[in-house]
């Protein structure tokens, strides 16, 4: 068994149904998608990580999320974008047992820690519009830090466990990975022995990293609802609505597909391919958008940018001078 993992694991999925001689050019469009994709996920978040690390007073808490977003939203890209591409593009599709496992941790561990980031985004603008006096002594670099390091020791807690379940199982009938990357589902749903473990960790990730965040996220906005029926200035609430609004995209870029393909799974038939698309695009296009939605467009970071490109400026006429 351990000699039968360790020499290949068959990824079947294809990404596009079609037959004959037109399914290569066709699939290799949605490929060449997903390396502009890529490409452009690296630029926009390397571009938002340098301009928060070399601009000083976007070290605040609320940059610090920002920040932490953006490196997730990288790594997550990073960890799953190329090796796609490898394994359906150039159809090579085998992967050692070993890396197959370290595959499914990265990609889990990225996706979750972006689901937990979000919460604290929406942490952040609740104390932001119900406590606004109280904000610069409750969101402090400290206790965002705090939040953020406790989401990601626990999240690489739980995928390791995932993962150190799966190496106890045996596979000895299939080893064709049905999905676009090692998914835990899927692999653990070839397993020939005792799956209840894996089973049951499944339960605890999908409620620690969908259902939980969901449940704060909808809690936060309900109180940030009240707060904002309940202030006079239409300015104020213009204001918040304008930052709220920004998150909400974020959240349901990240949150809907998810949950809209596993009710579509649970209550009717959805076809493999179809749920492959709509999974990669779930993993590939929010890091891609993030950025843009809720930093690149904001005055802060703009002001940033132009400090930075007139810092550029002259140094370049002090050399020259």
């Known amino acids: ?52 690390y070399l601009v000083k007073t976007l070290h605040t808490p609320k940059y610090i999320i920002v920040f932490n977003l953006a490196f997730t939203d990288l790594c997550g890209s990073t960890a799953l974008i190329p090796k796609l591409l490898d394994t359906f593009l150039f159809d090579r599709r085998y992967i050692v047992y070993e890396a197959c496992l370290t595959y499914m941790f990265f990609v889990l561990l990225f996706g979750g820690i972006q689901s937990w980031t979000l919460v604290t985004m929406a942490y ?25 390091l406790s989401s990601w020791i626990i999240l690489v807690a739980v995928i390791a466990i995932l993962a150190v379940f799966i190496n106890r199982l045996s596979f000895c009938a299939s080893i064709e990975i049905k999905t676009f990357f090692c998914d835990h589902g899927p692999i653990y749903q070839l397993a020939c022995n005792d799956i209840s473990y894996s089973y049951n960790m499944a339960a605890v990730a999908l409620i620690l990293i969908i259902c939980i965040p969901l449940i704060l996220i909808s809690g936060s906005y309900v109180f940030i609802s009240i707060a904002l029926a309940r202030t006079t200035s239409r300015e104020e609430r213009l204001r918040a609505l304008k930052t709220c609004t920004s998150h909400l995209i974020l959240v349901a870029l990240f949150f809907l597909p998810f949950v809209g393909t596993n009710i579509a ?9 179809a749920r492959n698309i709509n999974s990669s695009l779930t993993y590939t296009v929010p890091p891609l958008l993030n950025p843009i939605i809720y930093s690149l467009k904001t005055e802060e970071v703009r002001n940033a940018i132009r400090r930075l490109c007139k810092r550029d400026k002259l140094n370049k006429i002090a050399i020259k001078a």
């Not at 799974?265 to 391919?273: D, E, G």
Request: hydrophobic share 45%; proline share 2%; charged share 10%.
């Open 265 to 273: 799974v649970l209550t009717s038939y959805i076809h493999p391919n």
């Open 124 to 148: 952040d603008r609740l104390i932001a519009i119900c406590f606004p006096l109280s904000y610069h002594s409750i969101i402090t670099t400290k206790s965002i830090v705090s939040i953020l």
């Open 1 to 52: 068994m351990e000699d039968q993992w360790n020499n290949v694991i068959g990824a079947s999925f294809q990404f596009f149904s079609y037959g004959g001689s037109s399914y290569l050019s066709k699939k290799n469009y949605y490929y060449v998608f997903l390396c502009f994709v890529y490409i452009m996920t690296v630029l926009s978040n390397g571009f938002l990580l340098s301009v928060i």
